[in-house]
């Protein structure tokens, strides 16, 4: 009904370029997977990965005043006044140091990892991956890393923006395709650093957490270059399914049976704060 009302068919309707995009790029990479020898996909799994998306993002939308309404509380009370937006690659250093942080914390505390869980439940590495992600992050408190930004001077649109732009470059590091890019390897994150990341391999597992660098990974001792070995995707203690619903909502379920089963507050926080 709002094409027909605008007078827009998709290809004319500006809303429709991402989308069609994606598409677009989806099917060339299984196009080039099938002649190669190598699929790229499996149906199953991409129908799956469709239907988290479309949950992932209803959710973002509800949660998304809450998000916005505390980064403009933060800076309402910062001490230090307002960061001139000249040095955004300073705001670029900032939002991809938070980024190790918070995606580190997500592989380390079980209340981050069950809904992060959703995004490594994937065994293939693809476009379409990249969008597996989680429902009701937001809520786990995902955003405080980002919080000292803003506290320290910088808006909070230009904290998001640039935090959006990070994740955005990371689409295509989930790409099938693992091309050498040579030293560029050396400071960028890229499409082999990241398919070590989503490895299930042990010599894999917590490595390469960076966003558009792989700096601080190299400086905190958790870079893992790739192995003389197949790479293996999904979950290392889980069981792959193609249920969307069992995927999505299977990290809440385990937190919640461990903080039914535990019977004093330490037990409660290790359910909550306990390594996955």
Request: aromatic share 10%.
């Amino acid at each position: 009904m709002d094409v027909l009302a605008n007078g827009m068919v998709p290809g004319q309707d500006p809303r429709w370029i991402g989308p069609l995009l994606l598409l677009a790029l989806v099917a060339a990479e299984a196009g080039l997977g099938a002649l190669r020898g190598r699929p790229a996909y499996d149906l199953g799994e991409s129908l799956a990965t469709a239907v988290i998306m479309l949950g992932q993002r209803l959710l973002a939308l509800l949660t998304a005043p809450l998000v916005l309404g505390l980064f403009f509380l933060a800076a309402r009370g910062r001490p230090l006044g307002t960061i001139d937006m000249g040095p955004a690659g300073l705001l670029f250093v900032g939002v991809e140091f938070c980024y190790y942080w918070h995606h580190r914390a997500m592989h380390r505390f079980r209340l981050l990892w069950a809904t992060h869980g959703v995004h490594h439940s994937s065994t293939r590495l693809n476009l379409l991956a990249a969008f597996r992600l989680g429902w009701g992050g937001q809520l786990t408190g995902g955003f405080l890393f980002y919080l000292p930004l803003v506290l320290i001077g910088f808006p909070p649109l230009a904290v998001l923006a640039m935090l959006a732009a990070n994740l955005f470059y990371q689409i295509f590091l989930h790409m099938s395709w693992m091309p050498r890019l040579g030293p560029l390897e050396g400071v960028l994150n890229t499409p082999r650093h990241h398919h070590v990341h989503h490895a299930a391999n042990a010599i894999c597992l917590d490595r390469n957490f960076g966003g558009v660098t792989i700096l601080f990974d190299r400086l905190f001792g958790t870079f893992q270059a790739v192995p003389d070995e197949p790479l293996r995707y999904g979950v290392a203690a889980g069981t792959p399914t193609r249920n969307p619903f069992r995927v999505a909502l299977g990290g809440w379920i385990d937190l919640g049976r461990r903080l039914l089963a535990a019977r004093s507050l330490k037990g409660g926080l290790d359910a909550l704060f306990g390594r996955p």
